[in-house]
């Protein structure tokens, strides 16, 4: 099953490694640090507007940020699993 992110931006949710909540990962310096470089070398995709994401998505495919809350997504992702086990 897909996972929306936000915008028309939608990924397996199977190759999903950690969505994390941007506020509280950028109080740590590694999560900092690491958010930083992928910006830098260009490894991130904005969803949102810049200033405007709330959470990190990093997947197999690629690294994004994204205007949804990570509870959000992490509630999105619950329902598709419910969705797969009632069929």
Same mark, same amino acid.
């Given at each position: 099953m897909f996972l929306h992110l936000g915008g028309d931006f939608l990924v397996n949710q199977q190759?999903?490694?950690a969505i994390?909540?941007?506020e509280t990962a950028m109080k740590n310096s590694t999560s900092e640090n690491y958010l930083n470089?992928?910006?830098v070398n260009e490894k991130v995709r904005y969803i949102s507007e810049i200033g405007k %994401?709330?959470?990190l998505i990093i &997947? &197999? %495919?690629g690294n994004y940020l994204s205007p949804i809350s990570s509870t959000t997504l992490?509630?999105?992702s619950l329902s598709? %699993?419910?969705q797969i086990n009632e069929n």
């Open positions: 190759k999903v490694i994390l909540d941007l470089s992928m910006k %994401e709330k959470s &997947t &197999t %495919e992490l509630k999105r598709i %699993e419910e």
